[in-house]
Nanobody, 122 residues
Framework: QVQLVASGGGLVQAGGSLRLSCAASGRTFSTSGTGWFRQAPGKEREFVAAISQSGGLTYYADSVKGRFTISRDNAENTMFLQMNSLKPEDTAVYYC???????????????WGQGTQVTVSS
């Protein structure tokens, strides 16, 4: 079992940066792949980034590659998403999730945080 709590969202101007955090509790966090998804109003939830159990492998959606960086600290049971060069189209509720590394579909992830709102103004 893994419980996830996302935080760090907010309002930022285009070109700015935000760092999201996902605090996890439960014994299996360090043995789980983890990832970030986002959902904009009226759209389906979409994959953003994933990281392997050890943190040595990462995978990104093309739309965020080169701008976002996913990382994790297993000692602190925390995952991060550093978001730079933000664009208005990055506006969404961002969710953290735990599941098999490399999976990019919502149904592949069994554990979800509550989401944190990111709004990028133009």
């Amino acid at each position: 079992q893994v419980q996830l709590v996302a935080s760090g969202g907010g309002l930022v101007q285009a070109g700015g940066s935000l760092r999201l955090s996902c605090a996890a509790s439960g014994r299996t966090f360090s043995t789980s792949g983890t990832g970030w998804f986002r959902q904009a109003p009226g759209k389906e939830r979409e994959f953003v980034a994933a990281i392997s159990q050890s943190g040595g492998l990462t995978y990104y959606a093309d739309s965020v590659k080169g701008r976002f960086t996913i990382s994790r600290d297993n000692a602190e049971n925390t995952m991060f998403l550093q978001m730079n060069s933000l664009k208005p189209e990055d506006t969404a509720v961002y969710y953290c999730a735990a599941g098999p590394f490399g999976a990019t579909t919502v149904r592949s992830y069994g554990y979800w945080g509550q989401g944190t709102q990111v709004t990028v103004s133009s």
